[in-house]
């Protein structure tokens, strides 16, 4: 699980003001081993930071997807796929953006 920069700055600044390990683990709710591998990237001089989340980006942008099926709500997958320009992509990933957008296929209410 990876911990936002305030908890790992949070528990740094206790292991630095002498706290045990264990007992900033139990404070902050994180593991001994995360603290020790904290420490040890911290010596090394390695980034602290949090690093890019694995996976590669989606093929259809939300904002797009959104505003091609506002544009034309009664459009059907194949038209959106055209409007967005993208011919490339399957109709189940059009699919998928419409449904991550909160859209769904019917159209009236």
């Known amino acids: 699980m990876a911990y936002s920069q305030e908890t790992r700055e949070k528990v740094l600044a206790a292991v630095d003001a002498g706290y045990a390990q264990a007992d900033v683990a139990a404070v902050h709710q994180v593991s001994v081993r995360y603290i ?26 939300d904002a797009k997807v959104a505003a091609a099926v506002q544009a034309k709500p009664a459009a059907t997958l ?21 449904r991550r957008v909160g859209l769904t296929h019917k159209k009236s209410p």
């Open 36 to 61: 020790s591998g904290l420490v040890t990237k911290r010596r090394r001089g390695a980034s602290l930071a949090l690093g890019k989340s694995p996976g590669r980006p989606r093929k259809l942008a």
């Open 78 to 98: 194949v038209d959106l796929r055209k409007r967005l320009r993208r011919e490339d992509v399957a109709l189940m990933t059009v699919w998928r953006a419409v």
